[in-house]
DNA sequence: ACGTTAGGTTCAGTGACCGAACCGACCGTG
DNA sequence: CACGGTCGGTTCGGTCACTGAACCTAACGT
């Protein structure tokens, strides 16, 4: 989307925003990243995009400052794109687009985000009923739901059939 | 962005969502929508938008139940798009998406959202502090805020200058 | 009769996205 | 060393969506 020329006339925070996240495959890459995707392959097959589309968002949002680019090893040299504050702060964005989109076009549970410290489900504020507190990302479980059919063949679906908290880096098996 | 054969294979309420609201200008015209904006002419001046794009966006909003077609005269016949149920419940996200562009990469407060019970501003999951409560949406009143400079030559920007409650219909007075 | 307003549709041009191929650096193996 | 495989890209032609301008219809007002 991000034309920049058409919604700088915008004189809204949400046109802002939709300038830096609104093209096509960028929120839900940074979903991924979100649910622990690191790595430009990870994201490639999980999210089924155009090599040269991941690159560009990659680049993007990278120089955004939403994602940092990190070495983590160095023979042979591979990155890794990691959330920073601002991206994390996507967070109740994406929760409240998920809560809408499950609410009016889903059938059934896809997943589940709990409160990892008494397990309740993360309310529709992002809340935690029990605690009557607002949930850190860190601190929130994702489970699969009844509803998910995930992709036997791809390796980053089956590695997010196990709960795990958010942000904690996803261990991929080998095929 | 919707192309339905591409994010239609991600298990995920959150590209579901995105497939509908996802394309260029569709949150922008349902944002319109929540401040006022009901007229075809009005998204137009206002958005900035090609006139075939917004009218392919009122039409899949309206097919996906988000906005509704409502004949308010009939000489001459002429037609407004007022939110549904299914299209008011974007405003978590929408608050969300702004909070996140005030927050990050806009400098200055360009429009305030109070309880209208109380004049308190609305916190960051869209709760009034002093009330402890998730204001409704049509008891959110926007204002102006001290960053905003609208464009003196829209009617719709000036109008907006009002404060008024979310969802009351906009009156633009004639030029 | 004439101009204006509201709400579109049509159309050529452009830019973004798509899928497939290609590429280079670095492994591990024989 | 040659060979194959993996990772992280870049390049390229085709397609599709967005853009901006022009055009159209119906119903005013004067």
Redesign the pocket.
Same mark, same amino acid.
């Given at each position: 989307?991000a $034309?920049g020329k058409?919604y700088a006339t915008q004189e809204c925070s949400i046109a802002r925003a939709l300038e830096i996240v609104g093209?096509?495959?960028t929120l839900l890459v940074v979903r991924d990243a979100l649910y622990g995707v690191r790595?430009?392959?990870d994201f490639l097959v999980h999210l089924?995009? *155009?090599?040269?589309?991941l690159?560009?968002r $990659?680049q993007t949002l990278t120089a955004e400052g939403i994602l940092e680019k990190r070495r983590y090893q160095e023979? *042979?040299?591979?990155?890794?794109y990691v959330l920073t504050e601002r991206g994390i702060a996507l967070w109740p964005t994406l929760r409240a687009l998920g809560a809408w989109g499950r609410d009016h076009f889903v059938g059934g549970r896809l997943r589940y985000f709990r409160h990892a410290a008494c397990g309740t489900e993360i309310g529709p504020y992002g809340e935690c009923a029990l605690c009557g507190t607002v949930v850190p990302v860190s601190d929130v479980v994702m489970e699969p739901g009844p509803g998910l059919d995930p992709d036997p063949a791809d390796p980053v679906s089956r590695a997010l059939l196990k709960p795990k908290r958010l942000l904690e880096p996803l261990e991929t098996e080998q095929a």
């Open positions: 989307m $034309l058409d093209e096509r495959w790595r430009y392959n089924g995009i *155009p090599r040269a589309v690159a560009a $990659l023979s *042979p040299p591979r990155d890794e």
